[in-house]
């Protein structure tokens, strides 16, 4: 199956997802709200710790389906940043499978990947 991809997912979060199918995370890199942008509820999307430049055949993730989105404006304290707000996507996921990187594509400035479903013992990230 071909999916779009959230990199540089934390370890924490994808092993909450992997004890629990439901879960809520917030997305702020910018690279992936545009791939937020570019996805709706019932779609699949692959999530992995690696980061975009990183993902190579065989790199593993999980698989969800996207439940629900949010998409918001959060001000951001001057001392912290030359910008005054930053897009936050909170996106509710629902555990579909674990997989391991086929191919890899760019589409835009997203990346794009062809996954192959696998089961928990072939994993080597939980």
């Not at 809520?24 to 690279?31: H, L």
């Not at 993730?61 to 629900?68: M, N």
Request: aromatic share 4%.
């Amino acid at each position: 199956m071909e999916l779009l991809v959230l990199a540089g997912i934390a370890r924490k979060a994808l092993d909450q997802i992997l004890r629990n199918p439901y879960r809520t995370i917030e997305i702020r890199s910018a690279r992936n709200v545009i791939v937020i942008q570019n996805l709706k509820p019932g779609e699949r999307l692959f999530l992995t710790y690696e980061t975009p430049q990183d993902i190579t055949h065989g790199t593993e993730g999980v698989i969800a389906e996207i439940l629900r989105i949010e998409r918001m404006e959060q001000r951001i304290p001057w001392e912290e940043s030359d910008e005054r707000e930053q897009t936050v996507c909170r996106v509710q996921l629902r555990l579909k499978g674990l997989g391991k990187v086929i191919e890899v594509s760019k589409e835009e400035n997203m990346v794009k990947v062809k996954v192959r479903e696998m089961l928990p013992h072939e994993m080597a990230m939980g």
